[in-house]
Antibody, heavy 118, light 108 residues
Framework: QVLLVESGGAGVQPGRSLRLSCAASGFTFSSYPMHWVRQAPGKGLEWVAAISYDGNNKYYAASVKGRFTVSRDNSKKTLYLQMDSLRLEDTAVYYC???????????WGQGTLVTVSS | SYEVTQPSSVSVSPGQTARITCSGDALPKKYAYWYQQKSGQAPVLVIYEDAKRPSGIPERFSGSSSGTMATLTISGAQVEDEADYYCYSTDSSGHHGVFGGGTKLTVL
């Protein structure tokens, strides 16, 4: 079955960096665009970033553009989110999600918590 | 930046029809997607491409879209449908996603 497992969440100070990973299994990872979505405590969902199936195209929300970098290693079936210059407002649960061709995010991971605090 | 707007809350009695709206300027040209999120859980897709229902989603969930508004309808809402519902779409470029603020559905 399709499984997405995020890792790498931690408590960090403002200005520091963190890299999240999302390990995929149960499907042909290299065929699917992937996304990162986050949810601040008690708040709604926020789309963060997307990457094409081959990694050649990347898109970011305005709130993270220039600070976050999405990437993937199809040989390792893993999606990444490099987060630099972290801010207090980046505190959230970060989910990775698979995009089924124009059919939405059909599978999500369980999320990993990032806490930015001084 | 582009936004889509939902009501913050909707409340119905069990068996009634719940309707949750989502408005956005790009919706005439971009699909709306609906996600259900129960407390402490990851979101689940309930409607895609405005009106299509994934396998495993009950038939009481339906979607429609007209002009700048998309609507999620839950016909005969049940207590287990209590959740937060999020509308999702993209901007006119199709490259940047956006979620609505979420609608808390209460069924009691």
């Amino acid at each position: 079955q399709v499984l997405l497992v995020e890792s790498g969440g931690a408590g960090v100070q403002p200005g520091r960096s963190l890299r999240l990973s999302c390990a995929a299994s149960g499907f042909t990872f290299s065929s699917y665009p992937m996304h990162w979505v986050r949810q601040a405590p008690g708040k709604g969902l926020e789309w963060v970033a997307a990457i094409s199936y081959d990694g050649n195209n990347k898109y970011y929300a305005a709130s993270v553009k220039g600070r976050f970098t999405v990437s993937r290693d199809n040989s390792k079936k893993t999606l990444y989110l490099q987060m630099d210059s972290l801010r207090l407002e980046d505190t959230a649960v970060y989910y990775c999600a698979r995009e089924e061709a124009a059919a939405g995010f059909d599978h999500w991971g369980q999320g990993t918590l990032v806490t930015v605090s001084s | 930046s582009y936004e889509v707007t939902q009501p913050s809350s909707v409340s119905v009695s069990p068996g009634q029809t719940a309707r949750i709206t989502c408005s956005g300027d790009a919706l005439p040209k971009k699909y709306a997607y609906w996600y259900q999120q129960k407390s402490g859980q990851a979101p689940v897709l309930v409607i895609y491409e405005d009106a299509k229902r994934p396998s495993g989603i009950p038939e009481r969930f339906s979607g429609s879209s007209s002009g700048t508004m998309a609507t999620l309808t839950i016909s005969g809402a049940q207590v287990e449908d209590e959740a937060d519902y999020y509308c999702y779409s993209t901007d006119s470029s199709g490259h940047h996603g956006v979620f609505g603020g979420g609608t808390k559905l209460t069924v009691l």
